[in-house]
């Protein structure tokens, strides 16, 4: 028995290791492109050296934290994220079959009115980034506003630069938090979708179909753990340009609570908390302005994973009189 449980542990490493391989490949790819498309463009000629200096500026990949960040990015890739792609899988299959079988014993079962497959996979996927994403919003909402929940999810903030490593600096309980959100909302979304579509969809479907709507998720939250400071107006809402995500990581506290979601910016806009830097407005990253560089209290590994537990404790002891 615990031989297969090792196995699948196996199993799902290496799949998880090419499935997340692409977004990180993709950003090494974009990220020296858009430097060498924006050099062409303002200087009509492109420098290798000057375009890699910019796109992987020194100062952002040197330093202890930079060390802490390359480090945990390692644990979290080879460790952690397996372990979220299994709890995927299982809670995945167990949504599709229960959340199929919950619907058509409330409202019976519905004719079907899709048929052709692309329109079927289509809708499913709406659904799932639909549903996925608005938990999501309340979840990361939630993690800012209640007290022992940012004692967690200030990890992610404590960073200073958005690089390579950005997107993993996330406390391991927030990381099971969030990817719990993502193994329900992106399989009840599609399972939702297939039942209005009168489909009896199997598990393999509905997971598919999430594991992709999750890989946009992913890769918008990727490029926005970048600098590249790129917008795309309105179309942000349903698309977002790093620049959403960017902002939200400012080190002042009138950014701090805006722009939760970075999958569909459009529950920002209908809660209220969406916001789009002006032009040319400036910021720095991090936690507060004076929790920044020496101050930063996540400077090492035992900091980054046991410091929020004593500000969790903080939190949540009875206060003395
Ligand atoms: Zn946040
Ligand atoms: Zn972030």
Request: aromatic share 16%.
């Amino acid at each position: 028995m615990s031989n297969s449980i090792w196995q699948s542990f196996l199993h799902a490493q290496a799949g998880t290791i090419k499935f997340l391989a692409v977004p990180s490949i993709a950003f090494l790819i974009i990220l020296p492109l858009y430097f060498a498309i924006k050099s062409l463009l303002n200087n009509g000629r492109i420098s290798l050296s000057t375009v890699l200096g910019q796109a992987f500026p020194k100062y952002m990949y040197s330093g202890p934290q930079a060390r802490t960040d390359a480090v945990n990015w390692v644990l979290n890739y080879v460790v952690i994220s397996p372990l979220r792609v299994l709890a995927f899988l299982l809670i995945g299959t167990w949504i599709t079959i229960d959340v199929g079988a919950t619907l058509t014993g409330w409202f019976g079962p519905r004719p079907q009115v899709v048929h052709a497959l692309w329109a079927i996979a289509l809708f499913q996927y709406i659904g799932a980034t639909l549903v996925a994403s608005f938990f999501d919003y309340w979840v990361h909402r939630a993690t800012h506003q209640v007290p022992w929940l940012w004692s967690f999810h200030r990890t992610h903030h404590s960073v200073e630069h958005l690089n390579f490593f950005a997107l993993a600096r996330v406390h391991p309980i927030e990381h099971f938090l969030f990817f719990g959100v993502a193994a329900i909302g992106f399989p009840l979304g599609s399972q939702i979708a297939s039942y209005l579509c009168g489909v009896n969809a199997s598990p393999v479907n509905v997971i598919v179909i999430s594991l992709v709507a999750y890989a946009r998720l992913i890769s918008f939250d990727r490029l926005g753990h970048s600098h590249i400071p790129l917008s795309f107006g309105w179309l942000n809402l349903i698309i977002p340009g790093p620049a959403v995500h960017q902002i939200h990581h400012s080190a002042e506290l009138r950014h701090r609570d805006t722009n939760f979601s970075q999958n569909l910016p459009f529950w920002d806009f209908v809660f209220g908390t969406y916001y789009m830097p002006k032009k040319g407005e400036t910021w720095r990253c991090g936690l507060t302005e004076d929790e920044l560089g020496e101050n930063n209290p996540h400077q090492t590994m035992r900091q980054l994973y046991f410091e929020p537990f004593v500000h969790f404790w903080s939190q949540i002891r009875p206060a003395r009189r």
